[in-house]
């Protein structure tokens, strides 16, 4: 991968942005971009009045971007109708007003190219792509993927690392190789550790296009304070506005702020601990009125006690009523 990539079309959208949606990529990365859910309906069609109310409440709070069919969007588990139609409904409900970038989290390059291609045809901004997985790849068979993901569509991509899932981190150093191409806006890591995201944050300090954003809720406040660029936070589909605050409160340099709502933060992260983690933030999603709660099979909505232990905690952390958007629709 190198720097002749960077087309004439592409440098005129990488100073940053996209002029007609009144947004710029230095703007987006330097905030909170929700992992969003991929609302189902009760046949398992995704469900487009819910992806609407989702959206209002996530832009309403101040969010600056949308990433779908992510590990919340379960991308990897959707068919590919499934995905267009995810795609196609949160650029139509997003209007121009912030970038919808669709992940490609598909085990090789054939089917990632592929759903890039779709994800471009239905209106994406940008890709995320990480490892591919399955069977055991090394750092140059990463950056062969990611090259001819790249190649697939004119779009940029953030990188995304999350070994739990992909049972393959993408190291430092591959990293430092990918963000020599231009197209390349940063990248998203949900790894958990710190040390490794330290080394990601030396490569924006080389490349200062390049964004470094935390998809942990743990070290999210830390992540900021170290200099990261802002967040990826699944918690983010329930109280955005938490999020938003934080970012705000490490820009003005309130440390002490700043660690108090990471506490809130932590508090509300034990949610994930009830039961499967996907359906149980899905079960808050329906308790704020933003879906029905439905995972993608194999998994099962949130059993009534998981879904009771989710509503405490949401009442503890001030968030059990609906969302407005939700209330609205």
Not at 104 to 114: D, I, N, S
Not at 261 to 271: G, T
Not at 302 to 319: C, H, T, Y
Request: with cysteine; proline share 8%; aromatic share 6%.
């Amino acid at each position: 991968m190198t720097d002749n990539h960077e087309t004439a079309e592409w440098r005129e959208t990488a100073e940053w942005g996209k002029p007609a949606g009144g947004w710029r990529w230095e703007r987006v990365l330097h905030g909170i971009v929700p992992p969003l859910i991929s609302p189902l309906d009760d046949t398992g069609a995704p469900d487009w009045l819910a992806m609407a109310a989702l959206v209002e409440h996530v832009v309403g709070a101040g969010c600056t971007g949308l990433f779908m069919l992510g590990g919340c969007g379960e991308g990897a588990w959707l068919t590919p109708a499934q995905r267009g139609a995810v795609i196609r409904q949160a650029v139509r409900a997003a209007a121009g007003r912030v970038p919808v970038l669709a992940g490609v989290m598909l085990p090789g390059t054939g089917p990632a190219t592929e759903a890039a291609r779709q994800a471009a045809g239905e209106g994406a901004d940008a890709l995320v792509v990480g490892s591919p997985y399955y069977f055991g790849v090394d750092a140059a068979a990463q950056e062969r993927h990611v090259g001819q993901v790249l190649a697939a569509t004119p779009l940029p991509a953030l990188l995304y690392n999350i070994p739990q899932c992909t049972h393959h981190v993408l190291p430092p150093a591959t990293v430092r190789a990918l963000a020599r191409d231009p197209r390349v806006l940063g990248i998203k890591d949900s790894a958990g550790d710190f040390e490794a995201f330290q080394a990601l944050l030396a490569i924006k300090q080389e490349r200062p296009r390049f964004h470094v954003l935390q998809g942990h809720e743990s070290l999210a406040a830390a992540s900021l304070l170290q200099g990261a660029d802002g967040m990826v936070p699944g918690l983010a589909n329930v109280v955005p506005a938490l999020f938003v605050e934080l970012q705000g409160a490490v820009d003005r340099g309130a440390a002490a702020e700043s660690a108090a709502l990471q506490r809130r933060i932590a508090a509300l992260a034990q949610l994930y601990r009830q039961g499967p983690w996907l359906a149980a933030l899905k079960a808050a999603c329906a308790l704020r009125g933003l879906g029905n709660g439905r995972p993608a099979p194999p998994l099962l909505p949130a059993s009534a006690a998981d879904r009771d232990a989710v509503r405490a905690l949401l009442e503890e952390a001030g968030a059990a009523r609906p969302a407005l958007a939700a209330q609205a629709r």
